[in-house]
């Protein structure tokens, strides 16, 4: 990392001092280089005291954060050094291990404040709540945080004002990163999740704004008769609640495809979401439509490794991806699809130039540097954080409800996985984002209210259109918000009448 100096003058310092002892040494100079060194020394010494201390606690040190441009002066940099001096400021901020500050969070005294996990309080986050309850609901993918807190060099990102203020890129046709384009047809190509040969790309505000924009696609145009637009259950949420709010003439929600799966004289289009691995119990699902009137839409959120196993490249019509679930940026808002069609593509181009006129170019910055970070050993390292965060957490949550029989567990069918084949022993995968618990005993028809009452927070059956016996838990979230999860659980399962003894 670059030297951070908080001064105007200098010492004598790097190749200057190594080029002065040479011309001594040439010179004969012996003695005087070895008085020279005891003086530098000495100097050196008094010198980073003096400067250590002024960095933190001087007029205008560190914690006070008011420097003017040229007393910041980081070697080798100009504009770049305040940014920087900024950004660790806030980073440095530990929040107990149970937060973190942001360099857009709200200041107090000069600096951003803790934000603090779930159930944690206090200015630095040391405040453990006892009565909050444990939350499993949203799948905020925060598990992956502690990989970028490792990886925070090579990821960081700083950005200049004037970055890409113009509507478009450089070639005025497009509105997306030519290097990032390609940069995803290597991670697919290297990860062996996606076929990518022969494919357009589409960029998205998140894989949410695509889903719609790949229903307008696929959707009739002016037809009397809308696209028919259908999930198997248990089915992610957002399918139905987005096609039913954009209320267009060209497509309606139907529900469950089993519905349509023996209805072989539809004249209509079909459009059947297959979300694989599925949100949320974590099967790879299939296409259950099939014929010339359907149109598919894979939804590939968890097809990564730390998630299922990769048994083959995917080589999907249409898929969609999101770092939201491979590099947990889901802040970033970023997704992508695949597309074989060009008409589908332009379809899709459209949606998206009327929509949001592409993505944001600063989170496309944001997610090629993250993507470089990934593509640099071939997933590696991410994917091995991922996998054994994940398989340990399912480990624990697997011992805990073993000793009950109020609680049961989705099978999840062991995969192989192709990439970790590539890098260590193939180890099937059985995990998934998500636990899909159900209540076993006949009286425990609402999950989520079971579970509520023993304050843990999940999100119930009905919202995936299945039944309220089963509830979702996140097994993706905080470290803190899992360790809670578990407590609770142990707890629950505990207080069972015939729980079974370990
Ligand atoms: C199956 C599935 N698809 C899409 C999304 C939306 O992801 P994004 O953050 O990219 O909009 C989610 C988010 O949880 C999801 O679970």
Redesign the pocket.
């Given at each position: 990392m670059a030297e951070i100096k908080v001064t105007k003058c200098s010492t004598l310092t790097g190749w200057r001092y190594r080029e002065r002892e040479k011309v001594l040494w040439r010179r004969g100079g012996r003695a005087e280089l070895k008085h020279g060194h005891k003086l530098c020394l000495l100097c050196s010494v008094i010198g980073n005291f003096f400067f250590g201390v002024n960095l933190y606690v001087g007029p205008r040190g560190l914690w006070k954060w008011k420097w003017s441009s040229d007393e910041v002066h980081i070697q080798g940099l100009s504009w770049s050094g305040r940014a920087a001096v900024e950004a660790e400021l806030a980073a440095a901020e530990a929040c107990s291990g149970h937060g973190r500050a942001f360099l857009d969070g709200v200041v107090v005294d000069g600096r951003p404040i803790c934000e603090c996990n779930t159930c944690y309080g206090g200015p630095d986050c040391s405040l453990f709540l006892p009565s909050c309850a444990a939350d499993a609901d949203r799948?905020d993918p925060l598990f992956l945080e502690p990989f970028w807190k490792q990886h925070a060099e090579s990821s960081a990102v700083l950005v200049a004002g004037w970055h890409r203020m113009s509507y478009s890129f450089g070639d005025q046709t497009t509105f997306l990163s030519r290097e990032l384009e390609s940069l995803l047809r290597k991670l697919h190509s290297l990860v062996g999740n996606a076929i990518t040969d022969g494919k357009y790309i589409m960029f998205g505000a998140?894989?949410?704004q695509l889903?719609n924009a790949a229903v307008h696609a696929l959707s009739p145009h002016n037809s009397s008769l809308p696209a028919t637009v259908a999930a198997s259950i248990p089915y992610?949420a957002?399918y139905q609640m987005q096609t039913e709010f954009f209320n267009s003439a060209d497509y309606s929600f139907q529900g469950d495809t089993m519905q349509w799966k023996n209805t072989t004289n539809t004249t209509g289009d079909i459009i059947e979401f297959v979300?694989a691995p599925n949100?949320p119990d974590g099967q790879l699902n299939e296409a259950v439509l099939h014929g010339p009137n359907v149109k598919t839409i894979h939804?590939r959120?968890?097809y990564w490794p730390h998630f299922t196993g990769i048994p083959s490249p995917a080589d999907d019509d249409l898929s969609i991806f999101?770092i939201?679930k491979l590099t947990g940026h889901?802040g970033s808002?970023f997704?992508w699809a695949l597309i074989r069609n060009e008409e589908v593509y332009k379809r899709m181009n459209t949606y998206l130039q009327l929509n949001t006129m592409g993505v944001s170019r600063d989170t496309q910055l944001r997610a090629l540097k993250l993507l470089k970070v990934l593509v640099k050993d071939g997933g590696r390292e991410i994917f091995e954080f991922g996998y054994k965060t994940m398989s340990k957490r399912w480990d624990k949550l697997r011992k805990t409800l073993s000793m009950s029989t109020r609680f049961s567990l989705q099978k999840i069918p062991p995969e192989n996985c192709t990439f970790f084949q590539k890098v260590r022993d193939p180890t099937p995968a059985f995990m998934a984002a998500y636990a899909w618990v159900r209540c076993e005993r006949e009286e425990d028809r609402n999950c989520i209210e079971i579970l509520k009452a023993a304050k843990i927070l999940g999100r119930g059956g009905s919202v995936f259109h299945d039944n309220n016996r089963y509830a979702r838990l996140s097994l993706i979230r905080s470290d803190d918000d899992f360790a809670l999860l578990i407590s609770r659980l142990g707890r629950l399962v505990s207080q069972e009448e015939g729980a079974k003894i370990m």
């Open positions: 799948g998140g894989s949410t889903l992610f957002l979300t949100n939804d959120a968890y999101t939201s889901a808002r997704g």
